[in-house]
C-alpha cells in the first residue's frame, strides 16, 4: 500500500462544496484508476488514465472530474458534492496488459454532509 | 458485458477447518481473474490470479483458488482458516476480448468470519 498513497484518508464536507482527493504512486505504472466502494455494492470504477495524455470515463463518472498531472499523479474532484457522494474512494495503479494486477491505495473516506 | 457474482454476503468459518469463498464470472471471451482481500481500514490487496494454464491457482497466505471453466467458476479457497483471515474478499473479472484498460469489473464482496 505505501507504493500508493492517497490525501486526505478522511474528509467531511458539506453539500455543494468542492473537494479534490489526490493519489500519488512510486510504482512507476502508466495506468491509474479511481474507484468509490459503497456496502453490497463492490468496486465501482469512476475513471481511468492510461497515460498522462489519455483519461476515460468509468461507469459511474457523473459528478467526477479528473486531471492526471503526472505519470505519478491522478487527482479525482467533486465538483460540488452532494450526500449521495458519501463513500470510501480508491486509487489504483496498474501496468499495461490484460493479465496485470491493479495495486490500491489505503483509501479516502468521503462524508457529504 | 462482462459481470462477477459472490453469492455470499458472509461466510462463517470455524479456526482450522477449510473454507471456500464463491465467485462466478460472465464474460465474452477468455476470462482473466483475480482475488483481492480488504482488512479494516485497509486497501485491497491482491492475492492470486488465473490468467492461463493450470485450472489450481496458488496465492499468499495459503490461498488458492480453482478455475472452472464449464461451471464459470473461480471459488477462493484455504485448506485451514485463519482467525486473521477474517477480513472481506472480492473476486474480479476482466473479458480478454477487451481491448486496453484493463478494466476490472468487482463483485460485491464476501465478508469472511473465522472463530475460534
Known amino acids: 500500500d505505501a507504493d500508493v498513497t492517497q490525501t486526505p484518508r478522511n474528509r467531511i464536507t458539506k453539500t455543494g462544496k468542492r473537494i479534490m482527493l489526490e493519489c500519488s504512486q512510486t510504482?512507476?505504472?502508466?495506468?491509474m484508476y479511481w474507484y468509490r466502494q459503497d456496502p453490497g455494492l463492490g468496486l465501482r470504477l469512476i475513471y481511468y488514465s492510461f497515460d498522462v495524455k489519455d483519461i476515460n470515463k468509468g461507469e459511474i463518472s457523473d459528478g467526477y472530474s479528473v486531471s492526471r498531472q503526472a505519470q505519478a499523479k491522478f487527482s479525482l474532484s467533486l465538483e460540488s458534492a452532494i450526500p449521495n457522494q458519501t463513500a470510501l474512494y480508491f486509487c489504483?495503479?496498474?501496468?499495461?496488459?490484460?493479465?496485470?494486477?491493479?495495486?490500491f491505495g489505503p483509501g479516502t473516506r468521503l462524508t457529504v454532509t | 458485458a462482462q459481470s462477477v457474482a459472490q453469492p455470499e454476503d458472509q461466510v462463517n468459518v470455524a479456526e482450522g477447518n477449510p473454507l471456500t469463498v464463491k465467485c462466478t464470472y460472465s464474460v465474452s471471451g477468455n476470462p482473466y481473474l483475480f482475488w483481492y482481500v480488504q482488512y479494516p481500514n485497509r486497501g485491497l490487496q491482491f492475492l492470486l490470479k488465473y490468467i492461463t494454464g493450470d485450472n489450481l491457482v496458488k496465492g499468499s497466505y495459503g490461498f488458492e483458488a480453482e478455475f472452472n471453466k464449464s461451471q464459470t467458476s473461480f471459488h477462493l479457497k484455504k485448506p485451514s482458516a485463519l482467525v486473521s483471515d477474517s477480513a472481506l474478499y472480492f473476486c474480479a473479472v476482466r473479458d480478454g476480448l477487451t481491448g486496453g484498460g484493463n478494466k476490472l469489473t468487482f463483485g460485491t464482496g464476501t465478508q469472511l468470519k473465522v472463530e475460534l
Open positions: 489504483a495503479t496498474s501496468d499495461p496488459g490484460q493479465g496485470n494486477e491493479q495495486y
Open positions: 510504482k512507476g505504472h502508466d495506468r
